[in-house]
């Protein structure tokens, strides 16, 4: 049973196209993530959804536009994409009325820009 | 400026003996400690966390002990295993500001038998 999943786990485009990655988790949790992990492998927080209500927004360019169309959803839908933009993106949920604040993190989704 | 890191270099051991990673932090205040496994190719696992007021917990072969005078927070695997060699994530949980996890870099950990 996948708790955490994205697709594509692979993407390979070229510059200044439109893309999209979905996440779904079967989790029951409130809150869901996006991540980005660069070359140096540090990871980084980009936004996070509470009950579909964005709550953080980190210092992203507006090319990313977060979309969560339920609890269990949040796509990352990417236009313009640079040669910057190549990295691991994992999307993550919690339960944030847990006190814990553990996250999940999906597979992973690869994406190189040419 | 705000930093967290951790040993930049990677930790080589032999199995069986204890591993200690470090994760230290400047200029955060964060209300609990998290360290997550990253093995190649896939996301993070969470392994454990630890609150502020917590000065040691425990799971299995893993320890986790968090100082928030000296800003550190070491992890340890005892009995190691050549099964335990993956990259290790320490990340402050910045309950305010909707929850954030603010990740180290990694250690990279080789366990050889």
């Known amino acids: 049973d996948t708790a955490v999943s994205q697709t594509p786990k692979y993407l390979v485009t070229q510059m200044g196209n439109d893309k999209s990655i979905k996440c779904e988790q079967n989790l029951g949790h409130d809150t869901m993530y996006w991540y980005k992990q660069d070359s140096k492998k540090f990871l980084k927080i980009m936004f996070s959804y509470n009950n579909k209500e964005l709550i953080i927004n980190e210092t992203v360019p507006n090319r990313f536009s977060p979309k969560s169309p339920d609890k269990a959803h949040l796509n990352l839908h990417i236009n313009s994409l640079e040669l910057g933009d190549s990295a691991v993106y994992f999307c993550?949920?919690?339960?944030?009325?847990?006190?814990?604040?553990?996250?999940?993190f999906g597979p992973g989704t690869r994406l190189t820009v040419l | 400026s705000q930093k967290i890191e951790q040993n930049s270099e990677a930790l080589n051991i032999q199995e069986g003996k204890t591993a200690t990673l470090t994760c230290n932090y400047t200029n955060y205040s964060p209300a609990y400690l998290q360290w997550y496994r990253q093995d190649p190719g896939r996301g993070p696992v969470f392994l454990l966390l630890i609150r502020e007021n917590e000065k040691e917990k425990r799971k299995e072969r893993l320890k986790v002990t968090f100082d928030t005078t000296l800003k550190q927070s070491l992890f340890h695997i005892t009995a190691s295993q050549p099964a335990d060699s993956a990259t290790y994530l320490c990340?402050?949980?910045?309950?305010?500001?909707?929850?954030?996890?603010?990740f180290g870099a990694g250690t990279i950990l080789r366990v050889k038998s």
């Open positions: 993550a949920s919690s339960r944030r009325t847990s006190g814990y604040n553990e996250q999940f």
């Open positions: 990340a402050l949980d910045m309950r305010s500001g909707g929850n954030k996890l603010v």
